[in-house]
């Protein structure tokens, strides 16, 4: 069964860093674009990055410059490096990619279970 498997989030202080992991496992023929979403506390899901399968990336405007998101295609994982936190920050982070399970005839859309990033003094 294809999954994805966030892990990385804890508690920071506002001005520090975390690194997010999302791992793809399961019987996987391809791997396709990679995203990283958030939801803070009674707000709707908003799309933070993406990494295509060759590597390039695009980023909301509230963390560009701050954020950093790459892939290793090798471990089937896509990261998000964090830096400058600040307290808007704070959400749960999903990881979401279109994974082409093997057997299957298509790419199909599958999400993580999330991760909780709390920044605060």
């Known amino acids: 069964q294809v999954q994805l498997v966030e892990s990385g989030g804890d508690l920071v202080q506002p001005g520090g860093s975390l690194r997010l992991s999302c791992a793809a496992s399961?019987?996987?023929?391809?791997?396709?674009?990679m995203r990283w979403y958030r939801q803070a506390p009674e707000k709707q899901r908003e799309w933070v990055a993406t990494?295509?399968?060759?590597?390039?990336?695009n980023y909301a405007g509230s963390v560009k410059g701050r954020f950093t998101i790459a892939r290793d295609n090798a471990k089937s994982t896509v990261y998000l490096q964090m830096n400058s936190l600040k307290l808007e920050d704070t959400a749960v982070y999903y990881c979401?990619?279109?994974?082409?399970?093997?057997?299957?005839?298509?790419?199909?859309?599958?999400w993580g279970q999330g991760t909780q990033v709390t920044v605060s003094p």
């Open positions: 990494i295509t399968d060759d590597g390039s990336t």
């Open positions: 979401n990619s279109f994974l082409w399970p093997t057997g299957s005839r298509r790419y199909e859309d599958y």
């Open positions: 399961g019987s996987i023929f391809r791997i396709g674009v």
